[in-house]
């Protein structure tokens, strides 16, 4: 679409296109007047392992995911390795392998028509006023000011929305995963604990006959540095080697207490990672994204003129969940804790 299309004035505007906006968009009644906007220019790729859980399972099951949506092998099992205890666990989780420039394409494209959906397109500022906020955004390089009832903030980790609204930021960590073409390690992918590359975790997934090795690691870190170690101990530890023929980064958040869930206030709304709906001891969004979108646009159906304090109480679950994200991420990143969850 372009700029002249865009109205002047919207019930709800949502800012990101990923799994937590698209999930708000989807669920929202379509008597409401709706704007989704996204910087990116839609199919686009995002640095992201690709693995569905079971709670991103169980809640998309009557979706009918296309197969376009999966990568190969289609379903993965889980090895965790602690190489500073030497322990390695087996898990038989069945986890959905997707391709997520596919996934988020799709979840895209399944909207209700009538959802106007501008990619390329920047969020800038928001002015709030008696009856409504006025939303700055840019497009083509131009300014333009579009009015709404409810902004909703679904744009990630670095969220600008949530920046504006919160001055203590979450807890941040740089995902760094590279590809390497026509590598075979089987059915599983591996998550990797090792204090000296970082005190998260690094991971292993077979993608398509391709392979993804990454890392989240802390941002003052050398990141060069400690991706080369972890290269190096793959291929001693387990004879990975390979031609790296993508490089990618993102930030990732890591909540570290339940007040770094913050779900925004009257008639601004963060839902997904822009909330800190983020898993403390895997780094995996899609779930509480799917999910705290879901209960944002039941409390709007519901109770459009006092639907934040539904939001709340429809999120009482999905923070506690991040609660014992929190506790388990504790025990992780402890070696001494470690070997015994492991042992």
């Known amino acids: ?11 709800i505007i949502i800012v990101g296109a990923g799994p937590a906006g698209c999930s708000v968009a989807k669920f929202l009644s379509d008597k409401y007047n709706i704007l989704i906007i996204d910087w990116s220019r839609f199919s686009r790729d995002k640095p992201c392992g690709g693995l569905l859980v079971e709670e991103t399972q169980d809640f998309i099951k009557d979706w009918r995911l ?18 500073n205890n030497d322990l390695e666990i087996d898990i038989k989780r069945k986890l959905w392998n997707v391709s997520r420039r596919n996934f988020d394409y ?40 579009v009015k709404t009832k409810y902004l909703i903030g679904a744009n990630g980790s670095f969220s600008n929305i949530r920046k504006i609204l919160v001055k203590k930021p979450i807890r941040y960590y740089i995902a760094t995963q590279y590809w390497i073409r026509h590598c075979n390690i089987g059915d599983s992918a591996y998550f990797i604990y090792d204090n000296e590359i970082t005190d998260f975790y690094s991971w292993i997934i077979p993608k ?21 170690i972890l290269k190096n101990k793959l291929k001693e530890k387990l004879g990975i080697v390979g031609n790296v023929f993508k490089e990618e980064s993102t930030i990732l958040s ?8 913050f779900l925004g206030n009257d008639k601004i709304f963060l839902i997904g990672e822009s909330a800190g709906f983020v898993s403390s001891s895997t780094g995996e969004g899609i779930s509480f994204a799917l999910r705290s979108g879901y209960n944002c646009a039941r409390a709007l159906n519901e ?8 939001y709340k109480k429809f999120s009482e679950n999905l923070i506690n969940e991040i609660k014992e994200k929190i506790d388990k991420s504790d025990t992780l990143s402890d070696p001494e804790k470690r070997k015994k969850m492991f042992e």
């Open 1 to 11: 679409m372009d700029k002249k299309s865009l109205k002047n004035e919207y019930d």
């Open 66 to 83: 296309p197969r376009s949506v999966f990568s190969y092998p289609k379903y993965v099992n889980l090895k965790m390795i602690d190489w």
């Open 106 to 145: 799709w979840l895209l494209k399944a909207l209700q028509n009538g959802i106007q959906v501008f990619s390329g397109t920047k969020f800038l500022q928001f002015e709030k006023k008696r009856k409504n906020i006025e939303v700055l955004l840019e497009i083509n390089n131009k300014k333009r000011i």
């Open 208 to 228: 398509g006959g391709n392979l993804i090795l990454g890392s989240a690691l802390e941002r003052d870190s050398n990141i060069r540095d400690k991706m080369k």
């Open 254 to 261: 890591r909540p570290e207490n339940k007040k770094d869930v």
């Open 303 to 310: 109770d459009f003129k006092n639907a934040f304090s539904l």
